[in-house]
């Protein structure tokens, strides 16, 4: 049995970096970790998660759908 909030995490291989992460309760939605990327610059953020916890520092754009946490 899986929770609404069960995840699975992939890794790379060779050193157990962090490379995506899918959502069991809503499949079609992942993350990609940008640091797993050769150019993260070839990818557009399509939402905000977790904007609770942003930093004041980090310039987020405005017009990018953000939810305090997951969204529902």
């Not at 970096?17 to 610059?41: N, R, Y």
Request: with cysteine.
């Amino acid at each position: 049995m899986t929770a609404d909030n069960d995840k699975i995490h992939a890794f790379w291989p060779n050193c157990a970096t962090p490379v995506h992460l899918i959502f069991v309760a809503m499949p079609e939605l992942f993350t990609v970790t940008a640091a797993s990327l050769d150019d993260p610059g070839l990818f557009v953020p399509q939402a905000l998660t977790y904007a609770i916890r942003a930093q004041s520092w980090d310039r987020i754009d405005p017009a990018l759908p953000a939810f305090e946490r997951m969204p529902g």
